[in-house]
C-alpha cells in the first residue's frame, strides 16, 4: 500500500523557517519524480518544486516565487522527501501537499501559516 504522509507544517511569522517532511512507503521510493504543491482555498493546486529521487536526486525544478528561499532535497535511506521553506511570506500560506508523480499518489498535506 502506497502511503505518504507529511509532517512539520506549523504557524510561523513571516520571515521565519519551517521544515516540511514526506515519509514515503509500499514502493521502490527512488524511481519516480517526486514533488510539493501547496493550495490555497479557492485556488488551484500548483507546483512548488520537483526532483527525481534516483541517482542520488537530479533535475531539480522550482517554481520562481519560491526560488532561492526553498530548498527540495532527500534521505534515500529513509525514503523521506523534504521541501526547507525560508525568507516564509505570508502569500506562501497554504496547505502543502507531497506528490509522487510516477504513481499518481498524494499525501494528507500539512499546513504552512504565516503571519
Known amino acids: 500500500q502506497v502511503q505518504l504522509v507529511e509532517s512539520g507544517g506549523g504557524a510561523v511569522q513571516a520571515g521565519g523557517s519551517l521544515r516540511l517532511s514526506c515519509a514515503a512507503s509500499?514502493?521502490?521510493?527512488?524511481?519516480?519524480?517526486m514533488a510539493w504543491f501547496r493550495q490555497v482555498p479557492g485556488k488551484e493546486r500548483e507546483g512548488v518544486a520537483a526532483?527525481?529521487?534516483?541517482?542520488?536526486?537530479?533535475?531539480?525544478y522550482y517554481d520562481d516565487s519560491v526560488k532561492g528561499r526553498f530548498t527540495i532535497s532527500q534521505d534515500n535511506s529513509k525514503n523521506t522527501l523534504f521541501l526547507q521553506l525560508n525568507s516564509l511570506k505570508t502569500e506562501d500560506m497554504a496547505m502543502y501537499y507531497c506528490?509522487?508523480?510516477?504513481?499518481?499518489?498524494w499525501g494528507q498535506g500539512t499546513q504552512v501559516t504565516v503571519s
Open positions: 526532483m527525481y529521487t534516483g541517482f542520488g536526486g537530479g533535475n531539480i
Open positions: 506528490a509522487n508523480l510516477g504513481m499518481g499518489y
Open positions: 509500499g514502493y521502490i521510493y527512488s524511481r519516480y519524480c
